[in-house]
Every structure is written in structure tokens, then in C-alpha cells.
């Protein structure tokens, strides 16, 4: 139950946060996320009671901005694609994570399923009538990011508690992404329009899931905690219908159960890499 509301307060913020883009933009949107997340984040986990010494910053540094990275490029396409489509490329990222730390010839079906249901979206990539071309790259860019911030969070996670490291992450990707937001934005951030839906983006975009995250993570098996974790492009498709009123065609749905029925075959697997991540 926690782990589906995660899903659901995830991409509840990513549909909020899309409705933000209008005013201040996916920069903008990012630099409220960030910073917002940041400050809640430390609060409750309190990372400088137990602060990383010396080249441990280095691993970090790199999840940080892994994690920024991975918030600007997913917000940049969902700003020209259905969120849905999005959330279904970038779980390209850690599916590749899962399948390539796989040594069984059969998980090659899922890496088969997975590019179907890519291909299956290529004929509807077109500027002007179908899927933006642009936002396509900038999710799969966005699951590269998200990529790398499992394997680097798996390295930092290593040196202290979950929630910590989680915390210092965010703090770095606002370190570096909150003035670029708010070179780019100015004034607009600061609007009393913007502002409470920037805080409730950040609440509802990471503070609140992974809290819900680490309370399922306790209470489930890991393989069962993987699994659900898969069916988050189909809340992210319903979250985007029923907010947004984004419509998808029935090729599109189909492409989507093709990753969703790729990403649960991976994670069928002792010790799966597709993990939770911030979004």
C-alpha cells in the first residue's frame, strides 16, 4: 500500500510540476523541486551529523548531479511529450542497470520486449502530428541519468544511511541547479502563484515517496519491492489522463505493457537493479 501511494504521490507532483512549466518553465520547475526537496530532506535526515570524508565526495558529487540531471532532462520532455511516454523511456535507464548486471541468456526476452516497445513509438515520433522528437531523446537522456544514479547511489549507499545519502544527493543537484533556475527564471520563482506549488511539488515529488519508499522497503521482499516498482509508467500514463487530460493512443498503451512487462521479467531476478528513484 505505501509503495502505490509512493507511485501515486510521485507522479501526482511530476503532473502538478508539468503544470508549472507555463509559468516558470522545466528550469524553473526544477530549481523549486530541488531546493524545496533539499531543505526537507536535511531536515529530517540531518546528513551533517555524518558527513563524507575525503574522496568519498567524489561518488557524492556524481550521484548528485546524476540526480539533478535526471529531474531537468525527464522535466524538459514531458514538457513536449504525454507524461506517460516519458516516464515509460526513461525506465530505459535502470531496466539496462537490471538486464546488464544479469548473467541469464533468457533475460534477453525482456531486453526484446523493452525494444518493442520503443520501436512500437518510432513510427509516431514526429514533430507536428505524433510524439516530439526532442522530448523522446531527452527522457531515454533522462534514463541514462537515471542510470548512473543507481549505480552511484548503490556505491554511496555504502558509506552511510539510505536517507542521508538521499539527502546529500539533493543538496548537491540543488547546489549546482538551483541558480541556474534562477538565473533563468528571476522573479517569476519567487510569485505567491508559484511558490506553494513549487513546495508541493518537492513534498510530493521526493520527500513524501521516499519516506513511503523506505516504509515499504522494510515491510516487502526486494524482488516484490522491483516488481511494483515496474508498474510506474501506468500510473504515470493514468496520473498524466486524469490530471493533464493527456490522451494516449492505443499503440502508445501498448508500448508502454511492453516496458512495464520488461522491467517485471528483469526484476524477477535475486538482487534486481531496477530501484526506486526520484523522478
Same mark, same amino acid.
Given at each position: ?19 508549472l512549466f507555463p509559468l516558470v518553465g522545466p528550469e524553473g520547475t526544477t530549481t523549486l523541486r530541488l531546493g524545496f ?30 540526480? @539533478? ?14 507524461? @506517460? ?11 539496462? =542497470? ?44 533522462? @534514463?541514462?541519468?537515471?542510470?548512473g544514479y543507481i549505480l552511484f547511489g548503490k556505491r554511496t549507499g555504502t558509506q552511510s544511511s539510505g536517507g542521508r545519502?538521499?539527502?546529500? @544527493? ?30 508541493? =511539488? ?24 522491483? =516488481? ?21 493512443t492505443p499503440l502508445q498503451w501498448l508500448a508502454i505493457a511492453l516496458v512495464i512487462i520488461a522491467s517485471v521479467g ?14
Open positions: 500500500m505505501c509503495l502505490l501511494l509512493a507511485m501515486v504521490t510521485i507522479q501526482s507532483g511530476a503532473s502538478i510540476a508539468k503544470q526537496s533539499a531543505v526537507v530532506l536535511c531536515l529530517i535526515f540531518r546528513p551533517w551529523k555524518a558527513l563524507p570524508q575525503g574522496s568519498q565526495w567524489r561518488s557524492i558529487i556524481v550521484y548528485g548531479l546524476c540526480l @539533478g540531471g535526471m529531474n531537468i532532462t525527464f522535466y524538459y520532455a514531458i514538457e513536449r511529450i504525454p507524461l @506517460g511516454i516519458g516516464v515509460a523511456l526513461e525506465f530505459t535507464g535502470p531496466l539496462a =542497470v537490471a538486464l546488464l548486471s544479469s548473467k541469464r541468456k533468457r533475460d534477453l526476452v525482456w531486453v526484446a520486449f523493452a525494444l518493442a516497445g520503443i520501436i512500437l513509438l518510432l513510427p509516431e515520433i514526429d514533430m507536428e502530428t505524433g510524439l516530439d522528437p526532442v522530448g523522446v531523446v531527452l527522457a531515454l537522456i533522462a @534514463g541514462a541519468f537515471w542510470a545519502t538521499v539527502a546529500l @544527493g539533493m543538496a548537491v543537484a540543488a547546489f549546482f541547479l538551483v541558480p541556474f533556475g534562477a538565473v533563468s527564471q528571476g522573479s517569476a520563482l519567487l510569485s505567491w502563484e508559484v511558490i506553494p506549488l513549487g513546495f508541493l =511539488v518537492g513534498i510530493m515529488s521526493s520527500a513524501l515517496p521516499y519516506t513511503l519508499e523506505m516504509v515499504a522497503l522494510r515491510n516487502m521482499p526486494a524482488q516484490g519491492f522491483s =516488481v511494483m516498482m515496474s508498474l510506474e509508467p501506468a500510473v504515470a500514463a493514468l496520473a498524466g489522463f486524469l490530471i493533464l487530460h493527456e490522451l494516449l528483469s526484476s524477477m531476478q535475486p538482487n534486481s537493479d531496477l530501484d526506486s528513484a526520484d523522478k
